[in-house]
């Protein structure tokens, strides 16, 4: 919370092929999104409920591919 900066990377094993998304975050404590984290968790028999949901605005998208551009 002290350093919304979040970075998530995606890879497709099969192809070696992945996304890196950087932007910044912001933790959800109620509404639709919290309330589908908190049914995610159920489901998924999570013992403690979510404190929060992550939603992430992406500012930069890099390609993890030779050179890691930045293609968005």
Same mark, same amino acid.
Not at 45 to 58: L, N, Q, R, S, Y
């Given at each position: 919370?002290?350093?919304?900066? %979040?970075? #998530?990377? !995606? ?11 950087? &932007?910044?975050?912001?933790? !959800?404590? +109620? &509404? +639709?999104?919290?309330?589908? =984290?908190?049914? %995610?968790?159920?489901? %998924?028999? #999570?013992?403690?409920?979510? $404190? =929060?949901?992550? $939603?992430?605005?992406?500012?930069? #998208? ?6 890691? %551009?930045? #293609?968005?």
């Amino acid at each position: 919370q002290n350093n919304p900066k %979040l970075a #998530i990377a !995606v890879v497709d094993r099969s192809t070696m092929k992945g996304y890196r998304f950087t &932007g910044q975050a912001e933790f !959800v404590t +109620e &509404g +639709e999104l919290y309330a589908g =984290a908190q049914k %995610l968790a159920e489901m %998924l028999k #999570i013992p403690a409920p979510p $404190k =929060a949901a992550v $939603k992430m605005k992406v500012e930069e #998208i890099f390609d993890l591919g030779k050179g890691g %551009l930045k #293609i968005a």
